[in-house]
Protein backbone atom coordinates (compact mmCIF):
# COMPACT_ATOMS: atom_id res chain seq x y z
CA UNK A 1 0.00 0.00 0.00
CA UNK A 2 1.23 3.36 -0.94
CA UNK A 3 1.60 5.82 1.70
CA UNK A 4 -0.67 9.35 0.70
CA UNK A 5 1.39 12.30 1.27
CA UNK A 6 -0.83 15.40 2.15
CA UNK A 7 0.32 18.91 0.67
CA UNK A 8 0.55 20.72 3.53
CA UNK A 9 3.03 18.35 4.39
CA UNK A 10 5.50 19.30 1.91
CA UNK A 11 8.14 21.89 2.62
CA UNK A 12 7.86 24.77 0.62
CA UNK A 13 9.96 25.79 -2.58
CA UNK A 14 12.52 28.33 -2.11
CA UNK A 15 14.12 29.12 -5.70
CA UNK A 16 16.62 30.76 -3.37
CA UNK A 17 18.14 27.19 -1.88
CA UNK A 18 18.60 26.41 -5.89
CA UNK A 19 21.20 29.16 -7.28
CA UNK A 20 24.53 27.98 -5.57
CA UNK A 21 26.74 30.06 -8.84
CA UNK A 22 26.32 32.53 -11.02
CA UNK A 23 25.63 30.66 -13.94
CA UNK A 24 22.65 29.32 -12.00
CA UNK A 25 21.85 32.78 -11.63
CA UNK A 26 21.93 33.99 -15.11
CA UNK A 27 20.29 30.93 -16.14
CA UNK A 28 17.09 31.64 -14.20
CA UNK A 29 17.21 35.38 -14.96
CA UNK A 30 17.25 34.27 -18.72
CA UNK A 31 14.01 32.39 -17.78
CA UNK A 32 12.41 34.31 -16.16
CA UNK A 33 13.52 37.67 -18.66
CA UNK A 34 11.79 35.26 -21.73
CA UNK A 35 8.23 35.79 -19.49
CA UNK A 36 8.60 39.88 -20.01
CA UNK A 37 6.76 40.14 -16.74
CA UNK A 38 9.00 43.22 -15.21
CA UNK A 39 7.18 42.04 -12.11
CA UNK A 40 8.53 38.76 -12.29
CA UNK A 41 12.24 40.11 -12.97
CA UNK A 42 11.74 42.27 -9.64
CA UNK A 43 10.78 39.29 -7.65
CA UNK A 44 13.55 36.94 -9.20
CA UNK A 45 16.01 39.69 -8.40
CA UNK A 46 14.98 39.89 -5.11
CA UNK A 47 15.19 36.04 -4.38
CA UNK A 48 18.89 36.04 -5.60
CA UNK A 49 19.60 38.79 -3.72
CA UNK A 50 18.13 36.59 -0.49
CA UNK A 51 20.26 33.71 -1.78
CA UNK A 52 23.26 36.07 -1.67
CA UNK A 53 22.47 37.71 1.11
CA UNK A 54 20.48 40.78 1.32
CA UNK A 55 22.70 43.05 3.04
CA UNK A 56 25.49 41.79 1.42
CA UNK A 57 23.60 43.12 -2.06
CA UNK A 58 22.64 46.48 -0.55
CA UNK A 59 26.06 47.60 -0.10
CA UNK A 60 27.58 46.29 -3.10
CA UNK A 61 24.64 48.06 -4.87
CA UNK A 62 24.96 51.47 -3.19
CA UNK A 63 21.23 50.61 -2.15
CA UNK A 64 19.68 50.66 1.66
CA UNK A 65 18.83 46.86 2.44
CA UNK A 66 14.88 48.62 3.01
CA UNK A 67 14.85 50.16 -0.44
CA UNK A 68 16.13 47.03 -1.76
CA UNK A 69 13.36 44.61 -0.21
CA UNK A 70 11.04 47.51 -1.16
CA UNK A 71 12.15 47.57 -4.93
CA UNK A 72 12.38 43.87 -5.70
CA UNK A 73 9.35 42.64 -4.21
CA UNK A 74 6.79 40.76 -7.00
CA UNK A 75 4.37 43.76 -7.01
CA UNK A 76 7.25 46.68 -7.46
CA UNK A 77 8.36 48.26 -10.68
CA UNK A 78 12.07 49.64 -10.15
CA UNK A 79 14.00 51.42 -11.73
CA UNK A 80 16.35 50.45 -14.72
CA UNK A 81 18.88 52.24 -12.37
CA UNK A 82 18.03 49.82 -9.59
CA UNK A 83 18.17 46.38 -11.50
CA UNK A 84 21.46 47.45 -13.33
CA UNK A 85 23.24 47.82 -9.75
CA UNK A 86 21.64 45.02 -8.36
CA UNK A 87 22.39 42.63 -11.35
CA UNK A 88 26.13 44.75 -10.94
CA UNK A 89 26.19 43.64 -7.71
CA UNK A 90 25.25 40.03 -8.25
CA UNK A 91 27.77 39.85 -10.66
CA UNK A 92 25.59 39.05 -13.85
CA UNK A 93 24.53 41.51 -16.84
CA UNK A 94 21.41 41.58 -18.49
CA UNK A 95 21.75 41.01 -22.83
CA UNK A 96 20.00 41.41 -25.63
CA UNK A 97 19.73 39.19 -28.18
CA UNK A 98 17.80 39.00 -31.50
CA UNK A 99 14.28 37.33 -30.86
CA UNK A 100 14.30 34.11 -32.91
CA UNK A 101 11.94 33.73 -36.01
CA UNK A 102 12.20 37.37 -36.61
CA UNK A 103 13.07 39.49 -39.68
Known sequence: ???KIRI???PAFDMAEHLPNEQAVAEYLTVVLEENDPAALAAALG???RARGMSDIA???GITREALYK???ADASPR???ISK???AL???LVAQPIQGRP
Open 47 to 49: TIA
Open 91 to 93: GVR
Open 8 to 10: ADL
Open 59 to 61: KAS
Open 86 to 88: VCA
Open 80 to 82: FET
Open 71 to 73: ALR
Open 1 to 3: MTR
